[in-house]
C-alpha cells in the first residue's frame, strides 16, 4: 500500500491557493485536502515543499498546520517515509482532541445548529470551582450559561465561569459571544490550552430541564479548565453533552510517532 | 513569567545518559524530567541540542519523542520562543490521548492494579463489529473478555474481537497478554493507531456483573478500532469505565501551535 501510495504521491496536485499566509487558512486548507485524498484512495500526502507550491504558504506555515494535524490525530509522519493519512480517523466529526466551538461540531454532525445565551451574572464562585481558577473561593466571576442546539433541539449545556477581576469594570454587559474562546478572546483573554475532565454522569438537575431528557439518560460532562499562554487559567467550563446528538471520538496512538 | 523560565533554563541540566539510543527511553526520559521541571516551576524546556547532550541521544530522536509529547498535550512548541510546559497538564494521571495499558493507568491513578482474563474463544462477529473490521458479518473472531482490579476491586472491563484468519492455526490457544495492544504485538500485528468512540452509558447487564456496580451506575464505554500502519483493522476493544477508580482527562489545544 505505501508503494502504490508513494505512486499517487506525484499526481499533479490541485488545492487552489491561499491568499494570505496564514496559519490557520492553510490548516483548514490542509484539512479539506486530507479529506479529499482520502476519499480518493491517496494515502501519502505530498512533500512539505509541494504542499507549500500548491497552497501558496510558507514552509513554515506548512510545517507548523502538520504539526497540528499529527497532533489531532489525523496523520502521522514516519521518519523517512513520509507522511500518512490516518483514513481511520478522516471521517470523525467530533474529535475530543480539537478544539472547536460547539456550533461547528453540530454543524459537522449534520445540524442547523444554535446557540442561545440562557443566563449571564456575576456569582461568587464555591471551592472546586475557584480552586481550579487559582483563586479564592467566593471571588467574584462572571457565569455564562448557553445551551447549543441542534435543528432546534438542545442538545448541548455549557456554564462558564471567568473571574470578574479578569474582566474590567462591568463584566455582567460583555458580548457573551457564541463560546467560551471567542469570549476569552474579546475580552483579551486568549486561551492556550485547555484540560478538560472527562466523566459519564447522570445529569444534574438544571441539565435536566435544559437538555430536556429523563435523570436516567447518562450524558458526557467535560469539565474544562481553560489557560493562558502565562499558564494562568482563565475559566472553568462545565459542559454537559446528549450524545444522541454529538458523540466524540479520540485517536489514540500507539506506534512511535 | 517567560523571562525567568529563560533564565532557568540556562541552568546546568543532569537527566542522567540513556543507554540505548532508544526512542521509547528517550520519550520515558523527558516525560520524567517534563515531570520534574514543572515541579520545580522550569516552564521552559532546554533546547534540543542541550537535551540530545543530557539524555545521549541522537537530535532525531529528541525531536520525534517531543512530538510525540506535543501530541499527547504535555508541550506545547512556540516558533522563535521554544518548548514549553502545559503546566496544567503535568498532573494528569489518565490522559485519553495517550494509548498505555490499563494495568500501567491504574498504577499511576495509586491503586495496586490486577488483570484477569475472564473468558477467551472463538465466536462470529456481530455485524458492527464485522463491519469495524472491514470483514464479513458471522465471520470467525478471536474474544477476549478481561476484567482490570485497582486494590482487587473490578475498575475496568474489556471485551476485544481480533479477526481469527489474522491469527494463525490455533486462535484459541494464544497467550492473551495484558493488553490489546501487547496481545496483538505477539501475534504480528503491531497497531499503528486507535480510533475510539468515548460514550457515556449505562452499563449492559455482563458489565453490571463483572464490574459489581449498580444498572443506574454511568460508565464511560470506549470502543477502539485499532488500526495498523497498513490502514487494516486489527482489532476491536469494547471497554467499561468505572471512573470512581480511573478518571479520564483530554489536553484541548486553541492557539497555532
Known amino acids: 500500500m505505501i ?26 486548507r490542509l484539512r479539506d485536502a486530507i479529506t479529499k485524498f482520502g476519499q480518493e484512495g491517496r494515502f501519502r500526502l505530498p512533500s512539505e515543499a509541494e504542499l507549500s507550491t500548491a497552497l501558496g504558504v510558507s514552509r513554515a506555515t506548512i510545517r507548523s498546520a502538520l504539526q497540528s494535524l499529527q497532533k489531532e490525530g489525523r496523520i502521522r509522519r514516519l521518519h523517512g517515509q513520509g507522511t500518512f ?31 442561545r445565551t440562557l ?19 467566593g471571588d467574584a466571576a462572571l457565569r455564562i450559561e448557553r445551551l447549543f442546539e441542534a ?11 471567568v473571574p470578574a477581576n479578569l474582566l474590567g469594570d462591568d463584566p455582567e454587559h460583555l458580548d457573551p459571544r457564541r463560546s467560551t474562546f471567542e469570549f476569552a478572546d474579546s475580552a483579551g483573554l486568549s486561551v492556550c490550552y ?35 499562554a502565562n499558564e494562568l487559567p482563565v475559566a472553568v467550563t462545565v459542559v454537559h453533552v446528549n450524545d444522541d446528538y454529538l458523540r466524540f471520538s479520540v485517536i489514540r496512538t500507539y506506534l512511535d510517532q
Open 3 to 28: 508503494t502504490r501510495n508513494r505512486a499517487r504521491a506525484a499526481e499533479p496536485i490541485v488545492l487552489g491557493s491561499v491568499a494570505a499566509d496564514s496559519y490557520r487558512q492553510a490548516k483548514d
Open 85 to 115: 493519512i490516518n483514513r481511520h480517523a478522516v471521517g470523525i466529526t467530533a474529535n475530543l482532541a480539537e478544539a472547536s466551538p460547539f456550533v461547528d461540531l453540530l454543524k459537522q454532525a449534520g445540524y442547523s445548529p444554535g446557540a
Open 119 to 137: 443566563d449571564q451574572r456575576v456569582v461568587k464562585l464555591d471551592e472546586d470551582t475557584a480552586a481550579s481558577l487559582e483563586v479564592a473561593a
Open 151 to 161: 435543528d432546534g433541539e438542545p442538545a448541548v449545556h455549557s456554564v462558564d465561569y
Open 194 to 228: 485547555s484540560v478538560a475532565e472527562v466523566r459519564p454522569v447522570l445529569p444534574p438537575r438544571p441539565v435536566v430541564a435544559a437538555l430536556g431528557i429523563k435523570r436516567s439518560h447518562p450524558v458526557l460532562r467535560l469539565r474544562h479548565t481553560h489557560i493562558r
